[in-house]
């Protein structure tokens, strides 16, 4: 008999307590799982931001417009490279259920602005430019929905209304919008500006925020002070910064989610360590005759040792993997269903790694006491005791 074979039987000798101590061992790393595939959607925009882009809002608020004269003025400055102007549509499909992530945008600098990003064919682009209703669609939604290029696809807003009182806009899709990185979502699509601002009913003439590349990295900060002291006082002050800290800015207002993660994980892991420590410490306590018999028959402390370890790892192991893989499934069934809200939500290869990591440090904290106790274990007294 090997000493795998010793462990798997000295681990459920006791099935029910094996079980529920597998069972809490899965839920904790399902929970972590989870929170670590929502931490790495929020943190999405981060880790794609451009160091040499720069983002450009009302100093009130970026849910506050500002006028299009000040892009004009941005474009004059020294030092800015390209700039483009966006707003928020607040767009659906057919119903509100169906939301979209749709733009207006100025489209021949957004192509150029976000190049590293996104990207699409010359004659997509062309048509782009050229077509007064023409909308450039995510890779993602096109599949989603089975639209195709050509198609004239009518998209409701939930903010904005057209002169003759209709939420509707109708628009022609005349390429596919596909990204230049793997974590770079196309859960969106961008349209004309000028069709935007002419139709809409309130509002004329105003943007959301706009976007510019510098010509260096280097030049951010000389840039981003020009840009909000050219407005300072104005009726519409700005604030510029850089496009990594645009984005944690925005997610920041759906909560902390790095602290979530770090409280309930480790809440759910602290009671873990206890509960798991606990019991394998009563464990090796009910076999100390056992272990008495063991070294009587030549098993060293070493050995003694390892096998104790290898009982407790065997347990994070076979509780923490089954865990993690329900993680797994939870997030591909709801990848489409949340692809509108937390475009990204996953969990990768290396959210499964730093869990394996984790199961093995869980299975060394809890077993490590026990494990020196039987090791140090003098036979006499283990086979003295009842």
């Known amino acids: 008999m090997n000493d795998f074979v010793l462990i798997g039987k000295n681990l459920f000798r006791k099935k029910l307590r ?65 700039v483009t102007h966006m707003n928020w549509f607040g767009g659906y499909y057919q119903e509100p259920k169906n ?20 990207d699409a064919a010359a004659d997509a682009r062309a048509a782009f430019i050229r077509e007064r209703t023409g909308a450039l669609v995510g890779e993602t939604i096109m599949k989603k929905w089975g639209w195709k290029v050509g198609d004239r696809v009518p998209v409701m807003s939930s903010i904005f209304t057209q002169k003759n009182g209709a939420r509707t806009w109708d628009f022609t899709i005349v390429g596919t919008l596909t990204s230049r990185k793997p ?46 002291q050219m407005f300072a006082n104005s009726f519409y002050e700005t604030a510029t910064d850089t496009e990594k800290a645009f984005n944690k800015a925005f997610m920041a207002q759906l909560g902390n989610i ?9 809440a759910a892991f602290a009671t873990i360590l206890m509960i798991v420590g606990n019991t394998m410490v009563m464990a090796v306590r009910e076999r100390t005759r056992e272990i008495g018999v063991l070294k009587t028959l030549g098993f060293s402390g070493g050995r003694i040792l390892r096998l104790v370890l290898g009982e407790s790892v065997l347990l994070a192991l076979l509780g923490g993997i089954p865990g993690i893989a329900l993680a797994a ?24 790694l730093t869990a394996v990591a984790l199961m093995l440090a869980l299975g060394l904290a809890t077993g490590l006491v026990p494990a020196v106790n039987a090791m140090r274990l003098k036979i006499a007294n283990a086979l003295g005791r009842s």
């Open 329 to 352: 499934l939870f997030a591909a069934a709801m990848e489409t269903s949340l692809s509108n809200f937390i475009p990204g939500f996953a969990v990768t290869p290396g959210i499964a």
């Open 18 to 82: 094996a079980a529920l101590m597998l069972a809490s061992i899965m839920i904790a790393f399902l929970i972590f799982g989870v929170l670590a595939g929502f931490q790495r959607a929020f943190n999405a925009g981060e880790d794609v931001a451009a160091a040499d882009r720069l983002m450009v809002v009302n100093k009130i608020n970026f849910t506050q417009p500002l006028p299009i004269a000040h892009y004009n003025r941005v474009r004059s400055i020294e030092g800015v490279r390209q």
């Open 258 to 266: 790095a602290l979530m993660v770090a409280l309930v994980v480790g």
């Open 183 to 228: 974590n770079i979502d196309t859960n969106f699509m961008v349209f004309q500006y000028q069709y935007f601002n002419e139709t809409q009913n309130q509002g004329r003439d105003l943007i959301g925020w706009m976007a510019l590349n510098t010509t260096s990295p280097s030049q951010n900060d000389r840039v981003t002070k020009a840009i909000d």
């Open 99 to 118: 939301f979209l992530v749709a733009m207006a945008v100025e489209p021949e600098t957004y192509l150029q602005v976000y190049s590293d990003q996104v």
